[in-house]
């Protein structure tokens, strides 16, 4: 989802104003701002003023000010995370959208169209149109929202509170210990017994206990107070065997609720946790849920390794123990979820990030890449092999697949020859440092200057040698080695791509 979408033009100016504050390595003057965002002097005033007094309502300590040099800045009693104040405001301005005050009213209630209107003072069009913009953010879910439905949504239950979970996880940019309504019983965001059960009592970080939260309170809430219960579907059971955890229950026995009805929602829990908080799964039982999709006879079991192995094949690919497991657990997730669900995973891979420049360009390399991986997709082989499915479908899958190759093919090793001319020590210490910080799997002492990637010295080496060259002058200075180090990270954050 991107932000965009949910919160105006000049919100998203002044965010973006608010970052190259926060950001700046140098003073920030108004005709710095009018200049990088092509507005007017008295524009700027008037984001920046409102940018003051939406920070004076989030926070008691931070402020902006405009000093008597003439420049902004952003002062605070105590260190605060650059991250944490841009989503905070980022959340500040989602929350008070008009999107997102309809769709609380939306989940949290069962009013009609006019009441929700009424209690929000927006126009019936308002409303209707903020409904239209709803459901075209629910097609990738091949769901619909529908006041009049029971349960406010039309389709695949299991959808619904996926498309919920991540409307949820939008809204919330920072982490909070509840991130719904306060009227929510605490009961459905108690996570003891699914971290002492499910995850052997894993020490959760705050974002994961937020999205676990989450999570669940969607599960309890769809089907204790919406009476919306997921449906059987014993082939969707039968592919997710391995996920399960069968002493798990995801709440107490109730007279409301059949005991089938509970083993089903704590059976298909498991998969909806794993499947979408990924790293909360330990490594261990990660290879052992894939150890039992291999010795198994299921289908999609063999067109996960299938697909493994002719991407294997296609582009040369040789898997570690590790990292084979870790391929085999993500395409079986997606597979699952393509085969059962009709979710089209690519809205998961969007860059829907509201500041501009906040992730480096994508190099041509890469995207020439992600072609490959796509034409590999619509080969032959492929496509008869998996015949049930669309070649749009499929095409969702390159992006894990690009993810697999940048992991598998890792950067050649880098040979480096180093030359210092004030003392024989030295070439060692800098080599050892090196080696020291990137792994001798990827770095290389040599001494042949002719076959090296990259050559240190303390004295200019003209262009002898067509290759990178560092100029390191003194091996006392710290800042040179900082300066050596990020050089040769660049280097490798290259041939990542290329």
């Known amino acids: 989802m ?13 965010i973006e104003i608010l970052n190259e504050i926060l950001t700046s390595n140098r003073r920030i003057f108004l005709k710095d701002l009018t200049r990088k965002f092509n507005v007017s002097k008295n524009s700027i005033l008037r984001y920046t003023a409102e940018l003051r007094d939406d920070l004076n309502i989030l926070f ?20 605060q995370d650059h991250a944490y104040l841009i989503n905070k405001v980022q959340e500040y301005y989602i929350k008070n959208s008009t999107l997102f005050l309809i769709l609380k009213k939306i989940l949290e209630t069962d009013w009609s169209i006019t009441q929700i209107s009424s209690s929000l003072n927006f126009s019936l069009s ?11 953010f629910a097609k990738p879910y091949n769901i619909e929202l529908s006041l009049l439905q029971n349960g406010r949504f039309k389709g695949n239950e299991f959808n619904v509170r996926y498309f919920i979970y991540r409307l949820v996880l939008f809204e919330n940019k920072t982490n909070k210990d509840n991130p719904f309504n306060p009227l929510i019983s605490e009961s459905f965001i ?33 089907l204790k107070r919406n009476h919306r219960p997921l449906e059987y579907d014993q082939a969707f059971l039968d592919d997710i065997i391995y996920f399960n955890v069968p002493e798990f229950r995801l709440f107490e026995s109730s007279p409301i609720i059949s005991e089938e009805q509970r083993e089903l929602e704590s059976f298909v829990f498991c998969f909806l946790l794993r499947s979408t908080i990924f790293e909360i799964e330990a490594n261990d039982k990660k290879a052992m849920i894939v150890e039992n999709y291999q010795q198994s006879d299921l289908k999609i079991a ?5 697909l493994i192995e002719q991407f294997s094949n296609h582009f040369n690919i040789i898997y570690t123990d590790r990292i084979y497991e870790e391929a085999y657990y993500l395409l079986l997730i997606n597979l699952i979820y393509f085969k059962h669900t009709s979710i089209n995973l690519s809205v998961f891979f969007e860059n829907d990030t509201v500041i501009k420049n906040a992730q480096p360009s994508i190099p041509d390399s890469y995207t020439k ?22 070649e749009d479908s499929l095409q969702q899958l390159s992006h894990i697949l690009n993810y697999i190759y940048n992991v598998t093919k890792q950067p050649k090793k880098l040979k480096v020859f180093i030359q210092y001319s004030k003392n024989i020590h030295s070439v060692n210490l800098i080599g050892q440092t090196l080696v020291d910080t990137f792994n001798q799997d990827y770095i290389e002492i040599i001494k ?35 300066q050596l180090l990020q050089y040769v990270s660049n280097i490798y954050f290259k041939s990542m791509f290329s």
């Open 2 to 14: 991107n932000l965009k979408f949910f919160v105006s033009n000049k919100e998203i100016m002044k």
């Open 60 to 79: 008691e300590d931070i402020k902006l000010l405009y000093s008597e040099d003439g420049n902004y800045v952003i002062t605070t009693k105590k260190s």
């Open 126 to 136: 308002t409303v209707y149109a903020k409904i239209a913009q709803l459901n075209e």
């Open 190 to 222: 108690d996570i003891t017994n699914v971290n002492n059960v499910l995850l052997n009592k894993k020490n959760l970080t705050s974002s994961e206990e937020m999205r676990l939260r989450m999570i669940q309170g969607i599960s309890l809430q769809r």
């Open 302 to 306: 063999k067109d996960t390794e299938f």
């Open 369 to 390: 890449k992600q072609a490959d991986i796509e034409l590999f997709l619509k080969t032959s082989v492929i496509r008869d092999y998996f015949s049930e499915y669309s």
């Open 448 to 482: 042949n200057p002719n076959e090296a990637d990259l050559i240190i010295s303390d004295t200019y080496e003209g262009k002898k040698f067509d290759t990178n060259h560092f100029y390191f002058d003194n091996t006392y200075d710290a800042d040179q080695y900082l």
